[in-house]
C-alpha cells in the first residue's frame, strides 16, 4: 500500500457523519451546540431559549428561526475531537419540515435521536425514527433534560419499544430522575458520574467520577438514593438487553445516554461512546451496485440546496455528501444529469454562519459548492466517466396546497426567481393549472408553517410581497400511465389535473374517496404517493 493511499484510507476511517433528529424542543440544536463546545469549535455555547446568554443558537442562521427558536433549515457542522472528524447534520426540528430532515438522513450514516424524558417518545421522533429504520441506519438516543423532573427511565425503555419498535441497552443510568438529579452510573465503567451545576451550561461540565462502591458516593448520594441505585442496576442486568455492536450497527437495537444538554452534563461520554461505537463511512447503492467509500474513483451527490444564506451576496450553494475517492478544490467531474463537465470551485465546509475554503474532503465529509443554478437534489457528481448515478431521494407527498401571487405585478420576475430557486431548494414543490399561464402557481408544501417562511424568504431575500389563497386539497397522487391524455382522463367533480416542476401529470385530491374514484375510472394508470427525483 502506498504512503498516498494508506494517508486516504486514514482519512475514511476517521470520519464520522450522523445526523441529530427529534421531536421539537427536545433539545436537539442545544447538544448540537455541547458536542461542538467538546470539539472546540466554539468556547461558549449560546442556548436557543437562555435570555441570561442573549445569544441565538450557532446552528441556527435564519432570521426567522432566531425569532421563533426554532430550526428550519438543515445545518452542517464539522469540528475535530480525540482523532475523529466528526461531520453532523443539524435538522428541522419543526414537523413542518420533516421533507428537509428526511433528505438529511439519506447523507448520513448514523442517526442520535434526542428524547425528552418528560415528554418520552413523540410523533415527529416517530415519524424520523421510520425513515433511519428504513435505511438501516445505527440510532443512538440521547434522552435529555434530566436536570428536570421526568419520566421513570424503565418507562422509557418501554416506551422507545413499543412505540418504535426497537430494543435498547442504557449505556448509563440515572440517579434521582424526580427533579433531584444527581448524576448517572457508567455501565461499561462501572462508575458513578455525578452531577454538579455550573454557568448555566455555556462551558464544559465539571462532574466527579468513581466507584459505585466507593462509600464516599454512599454518603454523597444519600442511602436511599444509593441503594435504589443497585437494584436497579441489579434489574437492568437480569431483565434487560445484552450489550451487542453488531446488533446496534444493524439498527435493531439502540444504545441510550441519559445526560441535560442544557448544563452539559453526559454530553462528552456520549460523545466519546458514540465515536468509537458506530463505524466509519458506508457504502452506497448506485446503477453500478455498492460503491465502497474507499474506491479511488471520487462520486458524490446533492441532498440539499439553499439560496442566500449570505444575504449580502445572493449565493446559492448546493451541499454534497462525498461518498467515494479524494475530493479536491478545482476538481473537473461529471454532471451526470446533464451530461457535462463541471469545475467544482469555491468549495466550503460549514460552522453555521462562518465558511471555510477547503483544499481535500473525503468519504463522508460534506461541502458547499458554488451553483449558478445547474444543480438539483438527488444530482450525481463522478469523477470516471462511469455515468454513475445514486439512487434518488424520494420527495414527499404535499399536504397543504394554495394559490402564490406577487401582490406587485411589476415584480413578476422577481417573484418567478424566488419561486424557481425556493422549488430547487426542496422547500416548497411548483405545481401548474393546464392551459393557464405561469401567474397562477400552485404551491403544495409538507407543513403549513411552509408557506410563512415562503412569505418571509420571498419578502427578504426578493423583495416580493405576495398573496396566498388556501385551496381544499389535502392528497397528491403522480400520475404514470402511457400517452397520458388530461382531456379524455376520467376524475370526480373535485379532482385537479396539474403538472409538476418537470411536466409530469398530476392529481390534487380534496378526500380519499375520490382517489379511491379515479383509481377505479382509470384502470391503466398507476397513482403514486411519492415520487422520486
Not at 442545544?30 to 446568554?53: H, M, P
Not at 419561486?419 to 408544501?445: D, H, K, N, P, S
Request: net charge negative; proline share 4%; glycine share 6%.
Amino acid at each position: 500500500m502506498t504512503n498516498a493511499n494508506s494517508s486516504f484510507l486514514n482519512e475514511v476511517n476517521r470520519r464520522r457523519t450522523f445526523a441529530i433528529i427529534s421531536h421539537p424542543d427536545a433539545g436537539k440544536t442545544t447538544l448540537t451546540e455541547k458536542l461542538l463546545l467538546y470539539g472546540g469549535a466554539i468556547r461558549l455555547a449560546g442556548s436557543v431559549k437562555a435570555r441570561r446568554a442573549q445569544k441565538h443558537a450557532v446552528s441556527d442562521w435564519m432570521e426567522i428561526e432566531k425569532q421563533r427558536g426554532i430550526s428550519v433549515t438543515s445545518s452542517v457542522l464539522q469540528f475535530e475531537y480525540n482523532n475523529y472528524c466528526v461531520n453532523i447534520l443539524d435538522t428541522p426540528g419543526h414537523q413542518d419540515f420533516s421533507e428537509d430532515t428526511y433528505r438529511t438522513l439519506m447523507a448520513a450514516d448514523s442517526a442520535v435521536m434526542v428524547i425528552d424524558c418528560a415528554k418520552g417518545v413523540e410523533p415527529q421522533t416517530k415519524k424520523l425514527f421510520q425513515v433511519c429504520k428504513m435505511r438501516g441506519i445505527p440510532i443512538f438516543t440521547f434522552v435529555n433534560k434530566l436536570d428536570r423532573a421526568g419520566k421513570d427511565p424503565f418507562e422509557i425503555m418501554e416506551e422507545i419499544e413499543k412505540v418504535l419498535g426497537i430494543r435498547s441497552y442504557p449505556m448509563n443510568w440515572p440517579i434521582g430522575t424526580d427533579g433531584d438529579f444527581k448524576g448517572v452510573f457508567d455501565r461499561q465503567k462501572q462508575q458513578i458520574e455525578v452531577f454538579h451545576e455550573k454557568n448555566h451550561g455555556q462551558s464544559v461540565v465539571e462532574s466527579t467520577a468513581g466507584d459505585v462502591t466507593d462509600p464516599a458516593f454512599r454518603d454523597l448520594l444519600g442511602v436511599d438514593l444509593h441503594n435504589r441505585l443497585m437494584e436497579e442496576i441489579e434489574l437492568l442486568d437480569m431483565a434487560g438487553d445484552d450489550y451487542d455492536l453488531n446488533k446496534i450497527l444493524k439498527g435493531e437495537l439502540t444504545p441510550m445516554f441519559f445526560g441535560s444538554a442544557m448544563t452539559t452534563f453526559g454530553v462528552k461520554p456520549f460523545l466519546e461512546y458514540f465515536l468509537q461505537m458506530t463505524n466509519s463511512p458506508s457504502g452506497r447503492m448506485s446503477n453500478h451496485g455498492e460503491i465502497t467509500p474507499e474506491s479511488e474513483n471520487f462520486t458524490g451527490f446533492v441532498f440539499k440546496i439553499q439560496a442566500n444564506m449570505n444575504p449580502a451576496h445572493s449565493d446559492r450553494i448546493a451541499f454534497i455528501r462525498i461518498c467515494s475517492g479524494e475530493f479536491r478544490k478545482g476538481m473537473e467531474v461529471d454532471h451526470v444529469r446533464i451530461n457535462k463537465k463541471v469545475r467544482l470551485s469555491q468549495p466550503q465546509q460549514f460552522l453555521a454562519q462562518d465558511r471555510v475554503v477547503v483544499e481535500k474532503a473525503y468519504p463522508g465529509d460534506i461541502i458547499g459548492i458554488h451553483d449558478p443554478g445547474i444543480f438539483n437534489i438527488g444530482d450525481t457528481l463522478c469523477q470516471d466517466g462511469s455515468k454513475t448515478k445514486y439512487e434518488g431521494i424520494p420527495v414527499f407527498a404535499s399536504e397543504h396546497f394554495a394559490k402564490i401571487y406577487a401582490k406587485d405585478s411589476m415584480k413578476r420576475k422577481q417573484f418567478l426567481k424566488g419561486i424557481t430557486q425556493l422549488a430547487e431548494e426542496g422547500a416548497i414543490q411548483v405545481f401548474r393549472q393546464l392551459y393557464i399561464g405561469t401567474e397562477e402557481l400552485i404551491i403544495g408544501v409538507v407543513g403549513v408553517l411552509q408557506f410563512e417562511v415562503l412569505e418571509y424568504r420571498l419578502q427578504n431575500e426578493y423583495g416580493v410581497d405576495i398573496k396566498i389563497q388556501q385551496l381544499p386539497y389535502r392528497y397528491i397522487r403522480w400520475v404514470e400511465m402511457k400517452d397520458f391524455d388530461p382531456d379524455t382522463f376520467k376524475t370526480t367533480t373535485d379532482t385537479l389535473i396539474v403538472e409538476d416542476d418537470e411536466e409530469r401529470p398530476v392529481l390534487l385530491f380534496q378526500n380519499e374517496w375520490s382517489i379511491q374514484r379515479v383509481a377505479e375510472r382509470n384502470p391503466n394508470a398507476t397513482l403514486k404517493e411519492i415520487s422520486v427525483k
